[in-house]
């Protein structure tokens, strides 16, 4: 048997000096990393075999699974510096397989090393020199050059290859949004690429949320929704996350803002190192199934938009100014708001301003001001010739009826599927009844564990049916009655003197009217203005505020009028 140095010194009768007390640490740079002489075994193993030899005693072990070398926030590393320098101090030395593994970059290991060597505690690799003498100290700062050298470069290489992977339209991956899952596609060698398909039952929560929050669901009388309200009746519901927790506002928002249900992927948006946003051009866009209707998502852009305190405040809602909230500068993208002017014979006038140019001046925008009054009837008077006529409204629509059309075709498609999966839950279902009732299976918590699981895998298909039946309804015909009805209306109601009252009217037609130098574009929801012609409902009705809820009793928040909310059915 082979004596280490400090035994045969013993077995010599010479005096030696207590053996070194060791803390071992170890990291890879991923949890699946096995591979060659960076497994955790691996390094163990030469580490107890370096000590073993010197008679050096491991006390403990750190060790970081799935950590960068790059990254100062390890929680072992972290803890074992910490211990080192402590008053009680552990251990006499910290051993790592190569220095590498403690750091890949040069301030980070030289600032632990002097930490270390303060309390006296000494930094040793079992396959690379060491030592505090100058040439060991410069051996150590060369090999941390090197390898934070090679770690730029593999996390260079990294990227561009989840690049290509996107380009290519794989998935990359991290957890797939609520709806999708990540299918294999094809193997290139080991390599196994994957895409993303929609899961059909997470699918329709999705397509629950997007609904709620526009249209709300008549046949159980909910109203739309905004995202706090929407977020706390999924929750009351049992509707869960990926991750199996319940929906928050922050969640929410992000899934009705990801344009990835309307089959548009994006990879590469923020930089990881920094946390801030790309530029557009290095996003890499790539196509998936799509989820939702694009004019869907639309609209609920819209209606975020309307319902965000910080881009519409209450006072443009019940200002006097018709375009406020509507109007937006052409060059910055700011909103435009009224501005008033004097003559020298003391005439006022009053104008829409740039917002962005008086408040940051014309570093922020060059500016763009126009008479409120000639804006004003340019605006209506488009509205009333280009858009409020019968045979430009069926135009407008004719694309919107389609994608209807085809969206319902897809969802009796999907309705033989979901039909097919509770057939064969519904026949394992009762078949472990049938087991259990003759005795053939003993009830166990085994048994009453999956008669539960069953039953709730039908509940919840049932329900999936139940909502794509009510998708699969066509949508309500547009007829010539309806549609000189909803023009006479709208025509009435901009011309009736109220601003507030105009206001609600125009925006069941216009979304945005983006004004330039030259000219004004009048942008608009063609999902909207269908639901304003079938339902009656109008996008700005009533008072909207910074509360999360509206009163229920008839005080401070009024209902509207009867006339506003049941104007296109009277």
């Not at 609209?299 to 509507?326: D, E």
């Amino acid at each position: 048997m082979k004596l280490s140095n400090r035994e045969s010194l013993v077995a010599a009768g010479l005096a030696v000096a207590p053996p070194r007390r060791v803390a071992a640490y170890l990291r890879v740079s991923t949890v699946r990393q096995a591979e060659g002489d960076v497994s955790i075994p691996s390094q163990r193993n030469q580490i107890e075999a370096f000590c073993q030899a010197r008679g050096w005693t491991v006390t403990q072990e750190f060790i970081d699974a799935g950590a960068s070398g790059t990254n100062p926030a390890r929680g072992e590393l972290n803890r074992m510096l910490d211990l080192a320098c402590g008053p009680e101090r552990p251990f006499d030395a910290v051993v790592v397989y190569a220095y590498s593994r403690l750091y890949r970059d040069l301030i980070g290991m030289e600032t632990a090393v002097k930490r270390l060597n303060k309390v006296g505690v000494e930094l040793v690799s079992a396959t690379q020199p060491s030592g505090n003498e100058p040439a060991e100290q410069l051996v150590r700062q060369v090999l941390a050059i090197l390898d934070q050298h090679t770690s730029v470069e593999n996390s260079k290489n990294t990227s561009r290859a989840m690049r290509e992977n996107a380009e290519q339209g794989f998935w990359n991956g991290s957890t797939p949004p609520l709806g999708y899952k990540a299918v294999e596609a094809e193997r290139r060698g080991s390599k196994i690429k994957k895409v993303l398909v929609v899961d059909e039952v997470e699918a329709d929560t999705v397509r629950l949320i997007y609904r709620l929050y526009v249209h709300g669901d008549a046949s159980s009388g909910l109203p739309p929704m905004g995202v706090t309200s929407l977020a706390s009746w999924l929750n009351s519901q049992g509707y869960q996350t990926r991750k199996g927790k319940q929906f928050g506002v922050g969640p929410l928002h992000k899934i009705l803002t990801n344009p990835i249900y309307i089959g548009q992927g994006r990879y590469s948006i923020r930089n990881s190192a920094t946390g801030g946003k790309h530029e557009p051009d290095q996003v890499v866009h790539y196509d998936v199934p799509p989820i939702i209707e694009t004019t869907e998502f639309e609209a609920v852009q819209q209606k975020l938009a309307m319902n965000n305190p910080k881009v519409t405040p209450p006072r443009v809602v019940t200002g006097p100014v018709l375009l406020t909230g509507i109007a937006t500068c052409g060059i910055c993208g700011g909103g435009m708001t009224m501005s008033t002017g004097t003559s020298k014979s003391g005439k006022l006038y009053t104008y829409y301003a740039c917002a962005s140019r008086a408040q940051k001046g014309k570093s922020a925008c060059p500016g763009i001001r126009v008479p409120m009054p000639y804006l004003d009837e340019l605006i209506l008077k488009a509205v009333e010739e280009r858009i409020l006529l019968p045979e430009r409204l069926l135009d407008l629509l004719e694309l919107l009826l389609a994608r209807r059309a085809e969206f319902a075709s897809n969802v009796d498609a999907r309705l033989l599927t979901l039909r097919s999966e509770l057939e064969v839950v519904s026949k394992a279902l009762s078949n472990l009844y049938r087991l259990a009732e003759t005795g053939e299976l003993a009830i166990d918590e085994e048994l009453a564990a999956r008669i539960q699981a069953r039953r709730a895998e039908k509940t919840k298909l049932e329900a999936v049916i139940q909502r794509a039946v009510a998708q699969a309804a066509p949508s309500v015909p547009l007829d010539d009655e309806k549609l000189h009805r909803f023009c006479r209306l709208v025509r009435e109601r901009l011309r009736c003197g109220e601003p507030v009252l105009s206001r609600n009217y125009l925006r069941s037609v216009v979304g945005r009217v983006i004004v330039s130098e030259k000219r004004v574009l009048i942008v608009g929801s063609t999902h909207a203005l269908h639901r304003s012609i079938t339902e009656g409902k109008f996008s700005a009705n009533g008072v909207r505020g910074f509360e999360q809820e509206w009163r229920t009793r008839q005080d401070s928040n009024l209902w509207p009028l009867p006339s506003e909310g049941s104007a296109l059915s009277s």
